[in-house]
């Protein structure tokens, strides 16, 4: 033993503790996280004893937090953080100044001195990103409208971090020897302003270029750890001006989320994401401190599930203003009623001053239970509460990890997607179907679909689903800007591939066209226009020409929508072009029907007001 | 899809009912424009009205050009008589119709290597024309007799094992006054309903079966190198 280096042997544990737990965990349908909260108990202080310097750790795996709001910021592209100002600002506010109040009150009716009372409240308001963005994406909650908005609360939780750890001295009893004078603090200010605005220019002006240059020297792992020294650098500043790495992760994602590095950097980046959340959870379940829950149990119980309950009071009213769909409350209340790794932080940075240092090793032990209280919690929804609101929690699906290779790859099956492989398959075309919504896949599978789960806009899961080899890829799913990233990643990556996509409305096929799809269609346009045809022969109509009378219209739409192409930015000339190429129809349609007329007048004699078949003759009274 | 709507044919009753003709008779009008039709219209109207008669207008059951092969096979198995009602377009059959033949008529089916099920069956056109009947002479501006511009038909028949019977024609269709159209009309239903007991069928020969394609002409089609699916015509209708 004396010749194994501590590192080795420290690696060793840690992961010999995840690989053991965590399948374990999950096979008992408790999920990941619960898992590492139980391997790091295990190991720690209160389990085996394995491992010591809980803190270290747990500072060192806060890096997996960095790195995964980085990926969220790389998903999120600038004009829909833009969209997202709205939730993020008001519920985000309302979250955090609702659950703190609440706490505060509660502080203080229990008598707490109301500095403790108050950094308390403030430090337990804010939730755990970790957990909730984990849970979230285990459960393909983001694109849901409580996903949505958990997303934009997190997010201003992180925002607001800023803040409170800037009243933190201010709390401080003693005279402030440390109170900064007017120009200290202009200067403090500056600075934040400063790295943040390097932070926006860099991304905008130099990084792409500098990331162009380093995947122009082909060397894989220097891409990776270009990937890597970005967050570390902007977390190093972040640190410096004392601001939220996390929060400066963030922002240099959003800011490369419209690069076209995006990818890249998701797909090398996610591994030590992964692995550093996990040692993470583990530091967590290592740093509950049983000592504190053992000596004093009923209080500390009182304490988590006091403050839970105070927490998830508040969130569930801001989800009711919210006006989220009623059965995906109790999941999105619990998804943020934990405390948060933030909250390690206030407490620590508080000092002896305000929180002494019983009482903030005390709550450090409460909302690491409520860390691990909340995913156990979120079980016992999925089996109990949720079956009675008549919806199954999201089943656990495995993810697509054989490689595939057939000839067609579609991604999205549901009402469009289906049709088109129900077309195919018949005809001995082989098919892959990739799809991310488990309810659709279950019901699916139960028609006897084979369907792979998995979120086709991940370049990894296309190419294990075998697109590189693909004849053709059909992009059927009903989000637009899904379709737009597949399409992007289909353009960047594999630009040989013909791909056939599917279009809600005109200015998404615009969109789609500019990425270069060749074969886009909208998706209500035939079965508008064969509506269109059955009504002409309500009207009366032989079907031959009302077939024929829509298919003019479809030519003439076909070649407007052409036009309109170049200049569909500017909707001004959009409308124009569009009012004039109606106006052109109306006028040829016209003079069609007049001459039919004028040609039935001269061979049949007939005086044209009622056409031999009875039906009144269509012409413009 | 319009599917077609499934045939709702009585088989011809041993007991020839009074205004039904004693064999089955499949009749298929082809108008591209029936908004334009002055004399096809009538004759389908003519058509429908006589009980017992499967009726196919064309243009509405494929509008879109998409026939159901296995489904027309099956009517026209059940005919007797198949007649072709169409004007004459450029001197031929209507696209639709044209397709028609490209497609149910297949090989191994209508013709070639077990191909009989059309064998015996009789084919009528009445056909209606824009040029008066003057011009369909050598010296009117079609230089041709209308006749001549049939041996398509003719062939077609022929290579199927079927009778082409003497062609119905209304020349001038678009300005022929209405007594002859009424007349034209009133002779196409009767000929329907009293099938097949025309008085120029009585010396017609029956047809002989065609065995005049050299083999050669087609590939050899033999089942068992054939892949085990079901080709051709194992659709439902």
New interface residues.
């Given amino acids: 033993m004396e010749h194994v280096p501590a590192w080795l042997l420290a690696s060793l544990i840690y992961l010999a503790a995840a690989v053991i737990v965590v399948p374990l965990s999950r096979a008992l349908g408790l999920g990941a996280i619960i898992g590492y909260l139980a391997a790091g108990i295990a190991i720690g202080p209160w389990g085996l004893g394995l491992v010591s310097r809980v803190e270290d750790v747990l500072h060192f795996a806060e890096f997996g937090v960095v790195l995964m709001l980085f990926l969220v910021g790389l998903e999120l592209e600038p004009r829909r953080l833009w969209s997202l100002r709205r939730p993020i600002f008001g519920w985000g506010s309302a979250q955090v100044a609702g659950c703190a109040v609440l706490l505060f009150a509660a502080g203080v009716a229990l008598g707490a001195p109301w500095r403790i009372a108050l950094v308390a409240a403030l430090g337990l308001a804010l939730s755990s990103t970790a957990i909730a963005l984990q849970v979230m994406a285990e459960r393909n909650m983001l694109a849901t409208a409580s996903g949505q908005a958990g997303f934009s609360i997190l997010l201003f939780q992180d925002v607001a971090a800023i803040p409170i750890l800037a009243l933190l001295p201010l709390l401080a009893n003693s005279v402030d020897s440390h109170a900064m004078t007017g120009t200290t603090r202009a200067l403090e200010a500056l600075k934040i302003v400063g790295v943040i605005a390097a932070i926006v220019l860099g991304g905008r002006l130099a990084l792409r270029p500098l990331l162009r240059w380093i995947a122009n020297s082909r060397t894989p792992e220097i891409f990776t750890a270009a990937a890597l020294l970005l967050v570390v650098a902007i977390a190093t500043l972040m640190q410096l001006v004392g601001l939220s790495m996390a929060l400066g992760a963030f922002l240099a994602g959003v800011l490369l989320a419209e690069s076209e590095y995006r990818r890249e950097l998701e797909t090398d980046i996610e591994p030590f994401k992964g692995l550093l959340l996990g040692l993470f959870f583990i530091a967590v379940g290592m740093s509950i401190d049983f000592g504190v829950l053992l000596a004093q149990p009923l209080r500390m119980i009182t304490v988590v599930v006091g403050f839970m309950a105070l927490k998830g009071l508040a969130i569930y009213g801001v989800s009711r203003l919210m006006q989220l769909p009623y059965q995906e409350r109790p999941v999105f209340t619990l998804l943020l009623a934990q405390g948060g790794e933030f909250a390690f932080v206030v407490f620590q940075s508080a000092g002896p001053q305000v929180l002494p240092p019983a009482v903030s090793s005390f709550l450090i032990g409460a909302v690491a239970l409520s860390m691990l209280l909340s995913p156990l919690l979120l079980v016992a929804i999925d089996k109990w509460l949720l079956p009675r609101y008549g919806m199954k929690g999201s089943p656990r699906m495995e993810e697509i990890s054989e490689p595939q290779s057939a000839n067609v790859v579609i991604c999205g099956f549901g009402r469009y997607g289906q049709i088109v492989g129900r077309t195919l398959v018949p005809q001995g075309v082989s098919v892959t179907v990739l799809d991310h919504d488990p309810d659709t896949i279950e019901s699916l599978r139960q028609f006897g679909f084979r369907v792979f789960y998995g979120d086709a806009t991940r370049l990894d899961l296309l190419r294990i689903a075998g697109v590189a080899n693909a004849r053709a890829v059909v992009i059927a799913v009903d989000d637009v800007d899904q379709s737009l990233e597949i399409a992007d990643l289909m353009r960047e990556h594999f630009p040989e591939v013909p791909v056939v996509a599917r279009a809600r409305n005109v200015g998404h096929l615009f969109q789609l066209r500019e990425r270069g799809v060749q074969h886009i269609e909208r998706e209500v346009f035939e079965s508008s226009l064969r509506s269109a045809r059955s009504v002409l022969e309500a009207l009366g ?7 024929e009378a829509t298919m003019a219209f479809r030519r003439a739409n076909v070649q407007l929508t052409d036009e309109m192409y170049p200049s569909y930015q500017d909707r001004n000339k959009m409308i124009a072009t569009a009012k004039e190429g109606r106006r052109q129809f109306e006028e040829q349609m016209a003079r069609e029907r007049a001459m ?1 007329h004028a ?2 007048q001269v ?2 004699g007939w005086d044209g007001e009622r ?3 009875g ?1 009144k003759d269509d012409r413009h009274a | 899809m ?1 599917a077609p709507a499934s045939p709702r044919i009585q088989h011809a009753a041993q007991d020839a009912r009074e205004g039904a003709p004693a064999r089955a008779v499949y009749v298929i009008v082809a108008h ?7 004399v096809n ?1 009538r004759l389908l109207e003519a058509a429908r009205g006589i009980e017992g008669v499967d009726v196919n207008d064309l ?3 494929y ?2 050009f998409s026939i159901d092969v296995a489904a027309e096979q099956r009517r026209l198995a059940r005919a007797d008589l198949i007649v072709l009602v169409h004007p004459i377009y450029w001197y031929s059959m209507p696209p ?1 119709q044209k397709l028609w033949f490209d497609e149910v008529l297949s090989w191994g089916w209508a013709y070639g290597q077990d191909g009989h099920a059309l064998a015996n069956k009789d084919l009528w056109l009445v056909a209606s024309t824009g040029g008066p009947e003057d011009s369909y002479r050598p010296d009117g501006y079609n230089q041709h007799p209308f006749a001549a511009f049939l041996p398509a038909y003719e062939q077609t028949s022929h290579l199927c094992g079927m009778r082409f019977l003497p062609p119905q024609v209304l020349y001038g269709a ?2 022929c006054d209405d007594a002859a159209l009424d007349a034209h009309v009133g002779e196409f239903a009767g000929r329907l309903a009293t099938y097949p007991h025309w008085p120029e069928l009585i010396s017609m020969a029956h047809a002989a079966e065609c065995q005049a394609i050299p083999s050669t002409d087609r590939p050899h089609f033999s089942p068992a190198e054939a892949m085990d699916t079901n080709a051709g015509t194992g659709r439902a209708a």
């Fill in positions: 109509w032989p079907a031959a020409e009302a077939r039919r040609q039935r061979t049949f056409a031999p078949d039906t | 319009t591209p424009r029936w908004r334009d039709s002055r219209r243009y509405s059951t509008p879109d639709l678009r300005r």
